[in-house]
């Protein structure tokens, strides 16, 4: 059986689809997973994947493509020649899994399974449901298991990703260090660049080691953050090299964003800075030991904005001590 997993979104929701993925691959021969452009490093670092294919959803991308006949076309013929006998859509609770839907059923897909509030007529064979407010890994797996997927004997569901990764202690030097990645794929999750470089030098302050990460487009970010105190590997690796990073991190610094998700793949606690735009049920760190920071009742709670609605980032607002003593708690006190 050859089955498709759709997740169309940022590289931390690819990342959290991987217990689900998991469990499909566990009861399939093939599994393609379909994922948007923001996603596609996340989507060749799971475990369990065969192949991936990229595409950019209208419906789902922040700078979404223009929807021609021509392009939902070729997006039809692309799918149609995979030749999957199943399909699973995975969405966040905002997100209508319809659309595409319809597509796999124009690719002449045969069962298709998703998440869904809407009515979905004959677009889908297993409509689920999920009560309450389940971390995004939990409420992906649950579809997993609804269709008949479930985990492997085993496997306990948490993050994971594909191994070996690189070795990067030419950049890192000996592990045993701390990670703070000041950047946030929005700027309402990212605190100020005053308030990170503050946090870095506090960790600097207190004995620890500091690595501060980012993109290549966050350098001239990584640079202010860390100063004169940490070490400054802003544009130096690519996703895979900072898996490794944080693999060998005794902690991780990082508001809501995909390093976060990234560190809990691989094991290691994460100080988040979490900015309450997104309920921090669904989307904190998962499976790994983690400390959560930042006024979760803020007036910005649940309106999942993107630039920040209130004068002075108020809910990231956060002390430097209470960072360290979070780093603290997480690592035993050790340096």
Not at 66 to 74: F, G, L, M, Q, W
Not at 91 to 110: K, Y
Not at 155 to 169: E, H
Not at 185 to 206: C, F, G, K, N
Request: aromatic share 4%.
């Amino acid at each position: 059986m050859r089955t498709l997993v759709a997740r169309l979104d940022n590289v931390g929701d690819v990342l959290l689809a991987g217990p689900c993925v998991r469990a499909v691959a566990a009861h399939s021969d093939s599994v393609v997973l379909l994922a948007g452009p923001r996603g596609r490093a996340g989507a060749d670092l799971l475990p369990g994947v065969t192949e991936v294919v990229e595409w950019c959803a209208p419906w789902i991308d922040p700078e979404p493509p223009e929807v021609t006949a021509d392009s939902i076309d070729a997006f039809v013929k692309q799918l149609r020649d995979l030749r999957v006998d199943k399909a699973l859509i995975l969405t966040s609770f905002h997100q209508s899994p319809l659309p595409l839907a319809l597509v796999l059923r124009m690719a002449g897909v045969p069962w298709i399974g998703a998440i869904s509030e809407d009515y979905p007529g004959s677009l889908l064979d297993l409509r689920h449901r999920v009560d309450g407010d389940p971390p995004e890994a939990e409420r992906a797996l649950s579809l997993a298991a609804a269709a008949g997927f479930g985990l492997p004997p085993g496997d306990d569901g948490r993050l994971a990703v594909r191994g070996p990764l690189p070795d990067t202690s030419a950049l890192t030097g000996q592990p045993g260090y701390i990670v703070v990645h000041p950047a946030a794929s929005v700027p309402a999750r990212q605190p100020t660049t005053a308030r990170t470089a503050a946090i870095v030098h506090a960790l600097a302050e207190a004995g620890h080691r500091v690595l501060v990460t980012g993109a290549p487009g966050e350098r001239e970010l990584t640079a202010e953050v860390a100063g004169d105190v940490a070490t400054d590997l802003g544009g130096r690796t690519g996703l895979a090299e900072l898996a490794s990073v944080l693999d060998g991190a005794r902690a991780v610094v990082a508001p809501n964003t995909g390093p976060a998700h990234l560190a809990a793949a691989v094991g290691t606690p994460v100080v988040s800075l979490f900015a309450p735009v997104v309920p921090a049920a669904r989307w904190a760190p998962y499976g790994v030991p983690t400390v959560l920071l930042g006024d979760q009742h803020a007036p910005c709670r649940d309106t999942r904005a993107r630039q920040c609605p209130v004068e002075g980032h108020p809910c990231l607002a956060i002390d430097p001590a209470d960072v360290v003593s979070a780093v603290h708690d997480l690592t035993g006190g050790v340096l």
